[in-house]
């Protein structure tokens, strides 16, 4: 059964730095050909994309953070990554780790998500 766990969210000052990990389980090795991506679900909003990383290394982010999160992939720790740096208030929300694409087909999977607030 794959799960993902995220970790590192937490509250921060406006223009600090933080870095979430999201750790994949029950995908062994063919983690490598999966997609990974970083949302995030601010209160009273709609969950929307802010990072997604693919096989190959290819990255792509919303031009709302583009600049300021950087997302990375580990393979053989079957780990993805997602460095926020210049952080402000509007950052804040339930950050989220999703992994889909190459051997899971049609199916996708969602971590349970980490918090983050920052603080003005």
């Known amino acids: 059964q794959v799960q993902l766990v995220e970790s590192g969210g937490g509250t921060v000052q406006a223009g600090g730095s933080l870095r979430l990990s999201c750790a994949a389980s029950?995908?062994?090795?063919?983690?490598?050909?999966?997609?990974l991506g970083w949302y995030r679900q601010a209160p009273g909003k709609q969950r929307e994309p802010v990072a997604s990383?693919?096989?190959?290394?290819?990255?792509n982010y919303p031009d709302s953070v583009k600049g300021r999160f950087t997302i990375s992939r580990d393979n053989a720790k079957n780990m993805v990554f997602l460095e926020m740096n210049s952080l402000t208030p509007e950052d804040t929300g339930v950050y989220y780790c999703?992994?889909?694409?190459?051997?899971?087909?049609?199916?996708?999977?969602w971590g349970q998500g980490t918090q983050v607030t920052v603080s003005s």
């Open positions: 029950g995908i062994g090795s063919m983690f490598r050909r999966n997609s």
């Open positions: 990383i693919f096989y190959g290394g290819m990255t």
């Open positions: 999703k992994l889909w694409g190459g051997s899971l087909g049609l199916n996708e999977y």
